[in-house]
């Protein structure tokens, strides 16, 4: 596994034999450059997975986030997409503020995602789609 970030605000790590993506996002992001780094880092990542790869994103512990910082997300996510993603499990915790925003960022890029209440099931989930070529 290639660890591409560890910060106070998220962790993206790579593995390359599963072409998987593991996030985990922390806090509310209130300012641009709480995550200037951010697009950097997932780009960094898509050049080492290829189309069809998945996403495991644990977001269990993020807080809402400003609108600039929203905007960055939604980016962020269409970058995703047109790298080729077949399937995102995102783990969250129910009624949280952070969470629900996080839902309906999705929403709107049109991501493919799949909610779970925890990072196990999300596993196992994706552990049991089909591999893509």
Known sequence: MVTI??????????EETENRLYIII??????????SHYAGHIKEALAILHPGFSILCDMREMGECSA???????NVQRMIMAAGVDQIAEVHTLHNPGSEMAI???????IPLNIF????????WLS???TQP
Do not use: C, H, M
């Open 128 to 130: 049991d789609l089909p």
């Open 68 to 74: 600039a910082v929203q905007e960055i997300f939604l």
């Open 117 to 124: 209440d925890s990072p196990e099931d999300a596993l196992a």
């Open 5 to 14: 970030a560890r910060n106070p605000f998220y962790q993206l790590r790579v």
């Open 104 to 110: 309906e960022l999705a929403k709107e890029s049109k």
């Open 26 to 35: 922390k806090g509310a992001w209130d300012t641009q450059q709480e995550l």
